[in-house]
């Protein structure tokens, strides 16, 4: 019986008729287009809060960020209204994935042999890996914690003369390492979905991923939502690539 880790849940909505999902020969559905759009403005307003952020508080440095927002004095008005649009849509990400994200008994074996995944020794994954992994349950949750980091830090920053002196440097400080640990997290889930796992960000382009991607980073959910075991596919489809190789041309005369 396939545990809720394994399988996501999707109730179609408005936005789900917006777009579509084609699944084609050979392909399972991944993220559906409600999933892809929260993603996507996720990402739009994360990266607009960092640069007018950027343009805030390091001017020296990136002030040819500000005239993007219209100036300096739009670009302070704006900062904290994208981080806001940042933090609304990952909330509903955070409703949309709350049982998929849920920690299990598989994550921390996962966790005891992350060395294996971060150094790609193994090109499988565990057999128990269901819909996300630990890591990138670890990575969810360290959003979540951030999101109300950057919350309550904004609010402060954004009354200061409500809040004093005190609390306000102090939201500096944190909003700034929450800020710094979440780009690091981004930038390492960019890699991961481009170069590090290639066929990854078809998921969240056109919603769907090869069957061989499936068993390969996620064995656990492609068995729940296939029924098959995901090795016994992994050799079948060696044995048809066995089967469909030509010999190599002989050696020509020069």
Not at 71 to 82: D, I, S
Request: proline share 6%; hydrophobic share 50%; with cysteine.
């Amino acid at each position: 019986m396939a545990s809720s880790s394994n399988v996501f849940v999707h109730r179609p909505n408005a936005i789900d008729r917006l777009g579509q999902t084609v699944v084609y020969e050979g392909e399972l559905l991944r993220h559906p287009v409600y999933t892809r759009f929260l993603h996507w403005m996720v990402g739009i307003f994360f990266f607009l809060a960092l640069l007018s952020g950027f343009a805030i508080y390091l001017p020296w440095i990136f002030r040819f960020f500000a005239p993007l927002f219209g100036g300096g004095a739009m670009t302070r008005f704006l900062h904290p209204w994208f981080g806001l649009g940042f933090v609304f849509f990952f909330a509903l990400q955070a409703i949309n994935w709350l049982g998929v994200m849920r920690w299990t008994d598989a994550d921390s074996r996962w966790m005891k042999h992350i060395k294996t995944y971060v150094t790609r020794s193994d090109a499988v994954e565990s057999p128990e890996t269901g819909f996300f992994n630990a890591g990138q349950k670890l990575q969810f949750w360290e959003i979540v914690c951030g999101s109300i980091a950057f919350v309550i830090t904004g609010v402060i920053m954004w009354f200061p003369t409500t809040f004093g002196r005190v609390l306000v440097s102090i939201s500096y400080v944190i909003h700034d390492i929450s800020a710094l640990v979440m780009l690091f997290g981004i930038f390492f889930h960019i890699y991961l979905s481009t170069f590090g796992e290639p066929g990854t960000i078809q998921a969240m382009t056109r919603g769907t991923v090869s069957e061989s991607w499936g068993w390969t980073h996620h064995p656990a959910w492609y068995k729940a939502v296939t029924g098959r075991d995901p090795q016994q596919a992994l050799h079948e489809a060696e044995r048809k690539l066995a089967e469909h190789n030509y010999p190599p041309p002989p050696p020509r005369a020069l």
